[in-house]
């Protein structure tokens, strides 16, 4: 078929099914998560979509993200979904009938068309982590040349703009730190790191039997969040919802309102991306730099607890630090310049009992000793390959060379052995969640490169 060779003395088999998968997920314009369970454009999703992509198709790669960023809306957010108009409503929930509140056209704000001038796809109203720079930046590097360049000078406005509205509008807190308005905007959708948040959003079932979910028809619903997860979803994006998706005074009426420290990790990450970027565009990197230290700094003012040695998220509404220990506390590791003491007790909690990274396995999404630790039920247990491909840059960044080199072997077996899966039992290593998902085959394709 059309992949190129796999570089080197690597694993043939491994390069080869990821490269399938991703084959096998590609619309034409972008790419699929996966063709069971998320058969849309999702926007974090893309961005690692894209590092794998670059490797075996770096056409794809930059078609991917431009997908994405034609539906980028006039105030420079970023939708989470961008919704294809040719699957039907039935095929993933809550769809674009549910974003946009029954009209058919977009949302206010929301933009009337692309960037060709066609009708927009229709997209939600919030937002993922921002991991595009560094996407753009790494196909760059994987592969350079004109037409890189070209793609980075169409995308580096619309990063700027995705990032200055995260700096703006989304600086709840006024401390320098992005807020979330709901669960999803995390991409760890049930972590217990938002149970005391969401405990004070009252659940009505009867606004989740209004819909059907489709999700459990496609997977055990014991592997994925709750009923009673999903009534308080729903709440908390039709109160967006019904105002518009505006931002103004979120802080006096929006019932879910959190700092994250992968989400404001991942955006300080994505400062640095755009520094090295704005060079090649003949662009100012300085307050990119900038930008980036300042985000460093809120996140340990704000976030790190030196009890546990790992940051926490912080409720904006109640002003508390979850006492949980979820693997997005971790995520700080991939900025470079995040102080000694930071990194020594990131490093201390990847190797704890609690996360302990063995040869064997990689690094859960929650604490391993916690009592209410499931190894089963998506973001409360299971191992997921993007995040833990994440740790793996943090650790080189921060020169654990040993302990990635062992996260990465780690990680390559874990696939090896069980398929590229969307998440993995984090003992057995089974295969749990939709096969043939795109960021794991993505990463894969990286991890070997
Ligand atoms: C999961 O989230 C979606 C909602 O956005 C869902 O459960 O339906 C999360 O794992 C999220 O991080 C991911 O981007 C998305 C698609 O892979 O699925």
Redesign the pocket.
Known sequence: TGTPPPPGDIDEALWRGAAAVLGANWTGTYTV??RTL?PHQ?S??AGFISVGLAHVAPDRAWRDLRSLFEAQWPDGRVP??VFDPDVTERDYFPGPTFWGGGGTTPYPGAPPTGADGVPARRSTGIV?PPVHALGAWLICQRAPGEAAVAELRWLYPRLVAQQEYLATARDVGGAGLSAIVHP?ES???NSPAWDEALANVPVDLAVLHRYSRR?TLVVASDHRPTDEDYARYLAIALSYRDRGYRDADLAGRHPFLVECPGFNALRGAAELALARIAEVVGADPAAHLARAAGITRALVDRLFDPETGMFHVRDLRTGRRSPARCVNGLLPLVLPDLPEPQVSGLVAAITSPRFGVSARMPVPSYDRTATDFDPYRYWRGPVWFNINWLLWRGLRTHRQETLAGTLRTALLDLVRDSGYYEYFHPDSGAGIGSPAFSWTAALTLDLLA
Do not use: K, N, T, V
Request: hydrophobic share 35%.
């Open positions: 998560p996966s998320y999702w974090w999703d989470h979904i993922q999803w991409g760890l959708d999700d």
